[in-house]
């Protein structure tokens, strides 16, 4: 990678962040370019220059904080290990990131009940082609049970993850280990064979 393309990414990445963090803060319709410019330090011609409008900067944003999920719980996926293992793992992985990074949290959830979210045609939450991927193996070497749509066990993965950071987040009830197996094995013991 070449001294500017280097330069470059830093600036993109600090831009994301800053975005990130102005929604989670204003909501899309309460941050403005001219914010994100001022609170990141890129110019907003400079911005304007990768991003032709706010609502092509939204998008990219998401798919920054969409990738960084994935690489959060897919990411460290050990296929060495038993399928309940990797769920689990996946999940808790999913949730510590969450944790981690209220503000991808806040913007996802945001994106999801705003008038972008109709924008995408081919949209899959956070990293629901990957979980597909990991339930279609499941079910593959008989792990899991072949008679439940993967949209459903997706729903129940994802949104027990979100809530549950969104709790820790909001009233400081953070899960420890033997609460997350609990609440993975809620869910596994409804899908496996």
Same mark, same amino acid.
């Given at each position: 990678?070449?001294?500017?393309?280097?330069?470059?990414?830093?600036?993109?990445?600090?831009?994301?962040?800053?975005?990130?963090?102005?929604?989670?803060?204003?909501?899309?319709?309460?941050?403005?370019?001219?914010?994100?410019?001022?609170?990141?330090?890129?110019?907003?011609?400079?911005?304007?220059?990768?991003?032709?409008?706010?609502?092509?900067?939204?998008?990219?944003?998401? =798919?920054?904080?969409?990738?960084?999920?994935?690489?959060?719980?897919?990411?460290?996926?050990?296929?060495?290990? @038993?399928?309940?293992?990797?769920?689990?793992?996946?999940?808790?992985?999913?949730? @510590?990131?969450?944790?981690?990074?209220?503000?991808?949290?806040?913007?996802?959830?945001?994106?999801?009940?705003?008038?972008? #979210?109709?924008?995408? =045609?081919?949209?899959?939450? #956070?990293?629901?082609?990957?979980?597909?991927?990991?339930?279609?193996?499941?079910?593959?070497?008989? #792990?899991?049970? @072949?008679?439940?749509?993967?949209?459903?066990?997706?729903?129940?993965?994802?949104?027990?993850?979100?809530?549950?950071?969104?709790?820790?987040?909001?009233?400081?009830?953070?899960? @420890?280990?033997?609460?997350?197996?609990?609440?993975?094995?809620?869910?596994?013991?409804?899908?496996?064979?």
């Amino acid at each position: 990678m070449n001294v500017l393309s280097e330069i470059n990414n830093k600036k993109i990445e600090a831009l994301f962040l800053t975005t990130l963090e102005l929604v989670a803060k204003y909501g899309f319709h309460g941050t403005s370019m001219s914010m994100i410019s001022k609170e990141s330090g890129i110019a907003i011609g400079t911005i304007y220059h990768y991003y032709k409008s706010k609502d092509e900067l939204i998008m990219a944003v998401l =798919e920054y904080a969409k990738k960084k999920g994935m690489e959060a719980s897919f990411g460290k996926d050990n296929i060495e290990l @038993d399928y309940y293992t990797r769920f689990m793992l996946i999940w808790s992985h999913l949730y @510590d990131h969450l944790i981690a990074h209220p503000e991808m949290l806040s913007y996802i959830s945001q994106y999801y009940s705003s008038p972008y #979210c109709g924008q995408v =045609e081919d949209d899959t939450y #956070c990293f629901q082609g990957e979980l597909a991927l990991f339930l279609n193996n499941a079910v593959r070497d008989n #792990c899991i049970k @072949d008679n439940i749509p993967h949209h459903l066990i997706s729903s129940i993965f994802l949104g027990s993850v979100v809530n549950s950071a969104r709790d820790w987040i909001k009233n400081k009830n953070k899960l @420890d280990e033997q609460g997350i197996r609990a609440l993975v094995d809620i869910i596994w013991e409804g899908i496996k064979i």
